[in-house]
């Protein structure tokens, strides 16, 4: 076989195993709502006569058993149809806008987190593994140990409480669009993207700390040293290569912990992201649409990661033979 | 720390849901308040005690019993390869593509239900549900740890020469690989139990997690609109569940770091 099918094949099983991920757990979503307690029918179905309720069972699939349910809800879904809001007059609300309009927000809010997260760990990763055992590194890694274990809603609630209200420098809850006003939108966004990036940071910097110190180990590295390459090149070209290939898996990975987070730190907040329309589908009973938040968030991290996956292989070729082989 | 986790819920003290009218909001070190307490009168000292024993219950259980459960599917998984190993290890990664604090709160949103409404959901129902909910977003984790961990151990020369002597499969298990597999589990399971503390807390904030107040989610979630009242009231409970989940990953890491010999030697 040659080069080129075999590497076909290869990306053609990845995609499979994607869609069998995403559909599985679209599945399992779908499955939670028939575990409810409470019959759907009774939740949903309000006409009084007989043939309205006959007409609005129909119009919501509760007639269906499981897999046909899920299938007509895939079905929907996948033509853009995000399922609806169900009021008990009997009016449906779609959902597909609500997406469309939270969705940005808690991007936003998620790449504020990751870039800011970036920035700050990778030099003081570097930094921290240079001074390997010196004081200094000690008492940043100490620090950041606690900082990883601190859960961020800790954070929000104390950073809204000391700069929100004590200080009153920056507004404690709210939104503003960026369109509307960039300063005002990056004030309401501090805060938050402060809450969510402190644990993320001391996350990175640890891992980027082990994984440098470990390459100034490699034979490699002292290799290129005695070949007389400055400090900088050997940084840039033996150590950080490498290395960012852990970090990205790894921020990639953390994603998932982050979209937790913006859950709750959206709330705290109160900003229009998809935890506030999680938990507004929840006070309001809105399985249906709780199940398509649900389903948009876990095909987004799915296809994050794999676009991740994919990307290292560039990067780091070993990754790729180890695959493939 | 972790000592003051582990016995924090055998001191006796007075009942947590009883208030001083006298003393409302007073601050740490008052008479008859070690601690203070918040703006509605509640000892904070004396809820974060009896908090301690839900939210450590809650968390200890969960980890415990999806640990077991993953750890079995797992070990299983990974000696038996084949087909069975490719069902439990997609449906791992089926659950693992739900980010764990969104999985827990479907479930619990959907699992703690009444079919009216009006009437609230019963506490140790509601207390059930989670710990259901939060076995089920841990197994998967656990399950992977083990399963990574026993495919490299199940190749190992002793594992094949027990077999090749014709030791039944059952036996080469527990005595070979589960000994191994296990510190692993310990480690990350002590880092599972911090996560689950704080996924507790979590849920209380979203409204979903315990409601009576007993737990240090809900004390965090009660006084999280009114601590410019009470300070103490907010930084009370979220230092001891800072500092808690900080002593269930000092455990886990330092179990890890004996056991991961690249980071250990660092």
Redesign the interface.
Known sequence: MNDLTFKLLAAARRLAQLLVVIVGSTFLVSLLLQLLPVGLKELYVFALDEAGRQQQIQALHLDKNPVMFYLYWLWDFVRGDFGSIVYPTGVLDPVMPKVTAAMPVSLRLVFYVQALALVVSVPLGILSAYRAGRRSDRVISYVLFSAASIPNFVFALLLASFFGVTLAWLPPLGYVAPSENLVEHLRTMALPVLALAIPTIATYTRLLRTDVIAALREDYVTMAASKGLSNIRILFTHILRPSSVTLFTSAALNMGALIGGTLVIEQIFTIPGMGTEIGIAIFSRQYFALQSYVAVIAIGYVLFNSIVDIAVGFVDPRSRDRRNG | MALFAVVGHWIPLPDPREFDIDASAVGPFSPGHLLGTDAGGYDLLSNIVNGARTSLLISIVSVGLGGFIGSVLGILAAYRRGRLDYIIN??F???????????G???V???A???D?AIPVNPNRRMFVIIVSLTIVIIPILGRIARGATLTWSNREFVVAARSMGMKDLNIVLRHIVPNVLPAIYAVGFLAV?VVI?AE??LS????GIVDGLSWGAM?ARV?GE??YA?QS??VP?LV??LT??A???IG?FLRGRLDV??GK?
């Not at chain 2, 904030?205 to 979903?208: E, F, K």
């Open positions: 997609t449906t990664n089926i659950m693992l593509s739900i980010p764990n604090l969104v999985l709160l479907a479930l949103a959907v699992l239900n009444n079919a409404p911090g704080v807390g979590a904030l979203l409204g979903v965090i999280a601590f410019e300070p907010m930084y979220v569940l800072a989940v900080i269930c990953n000092q890491d690249r980071e660092i």
